[in-house]
């Protein structure tokens, strides 16, 4: 009787043991979760500016086109061209 007491009362404490490195552990994910979401909306918006600077870049590039090819063209003898 008092072997299975002893062997109740190391059980139950080792259960104890494993339940609070289970919550810790449980604990540093969610942190970890909650970093990774956090960084990942940071990077979302980001790629969002960067689109729009793509986007502005590409309007300004073809809006230089005609002013570029009216260059060329008074710019350079026809003989050259």
């Known amino acids: 009787a008092i072997k299975r007491d002893v062997r ?3 059980n139950r404490e080792a259960a ?6 289970r919550n810790d552990i449980e604990a540093q994910l969610k ?12 990077l979302l918006f980001e790629i969002d500016n960067l689109r729009e600077y793509k ?5 300004r590039c073809q809006q230089s086109i005609p002013m ?3 260059m060329i063209r008074t710019a350079v003898p026809a003989s050259l061209r």
């Open 55 to 59: 986007h502005s870049l590409e309007e």
């Open 68 to 70: 570029y090819n009216f």
């Open 16 to 21: 104890k043991t494993l339940k609070q490195l």
């Open 8 to 10: 109740r009362t190391k």
């Open 31 to 42: 942190d970890r979760l909650k970093e990774l979401e956090s960084e990942e909306r940071s």
